[in-house]
């Protein structure tokens, strides 16, 4: 079956560091996609794991452990346009899998 | 390049009626898929096309359905529609799918129905 938890909401302050957690189970596995809606848009892309370790791009990271089956975004110096939710996708089975996704409110 | 296409962008309907959603996928790409996005549900996946094949689907009942034509645009159908049914609904481009091991989706800013 397919199942994905992540936690409904995080709140943080201008300039800290929050990471948000992701826990899944797919079949047919092969990476883990993370992305970002701010209310009345559209999901984007954000970044993507296919092996396990740490992938930086800016202020964004992504860590994926396959044999934990979980993953991690870190969004570092953080800014008031970051308030959004945020998905974590895992990728297999010809389908990816949404969940109710992360919401980060940053306050100043 | 364009962008993922959907028509139209609100849609007001009423309980029982039919509708048709249109999503027009990036130039190149041949997968589509299909969300509903509800408030507190996240993004429920529908359907996915791929070479005007239907690979996959998601737990919803028949009234929804989907195509894809051969210059990759899809439509997404829903029928006797029910309240509950009011939703985004948000499509996906991706150069070759899942399947074929994409890792990044596009999306078009959906279509806003309400189901009165």
């Known amino acids: 079956g397919q199942s994905l938890e992540q936690p409904s909401e995080v709140t943080a302050v201008e300039g800290a560091i929050v990471q948000i957690n992701c826990t899944y189970q797919?079949?047919?596995?092969?990476?883990l996609s993370w992305y970002q809606q701010h209310d009345g848009g559209a999901p984007t892309f954000l970044s993507y794991n296919a092996l396990d370790g740490l992938e930086e791009t800016g202020r964004f990271s992504s860590f994926l452990s396959r044999s934990d089956s979980y993953g991690y975004l870190l969004l570092q110096e953080l800014q008031m346009k970051d308030s959004a939710s945020y998905f974590c996708a895992p990728l297999g089975g010809f389908k990816t899998i949404f969940g109710a996704g992360t919401r980060l409110f940053v306050k100043a | 390049k364009a962008g993922v296409t959907q028509t139209p962008r609100y849609l007001i309907k009423t309980r029982g009626q039919q509708v048709t959603l249109s999503c027009s996928p990036i130039?190149?790409?041949?997968?589509v898929s299909w969300y509903q996005q509800t408030p507190g549900q996240g993004l429920q996946f529908l359907f996915e096309?791929?070479?005007?094949?239907?690979?996959n689907k998601g737990n919803f009942p028949g009234r929804f359905s989907g195509r894809q034509f051969s210059n990759s645009r899809s439509e997404m159908n829903v029928s006797t529609l029910e309240l509950g049914d009011s939703a985004l609904y948000l499509c996906a481009s991706s150069l070759d799918g899942t399947g074929g091991r994409s890792t990044e989706a596009f999306f078009g800013q959906g279509t806003r129905l309400t189901v009165v």
């Open positions: 797919t079949s047919g596995f092969y990476g």
């Open positions: 096309y791929f070479s005007e094949t239907q690979r």
């Open positions: 130039s190149g790409h041949r997968s």
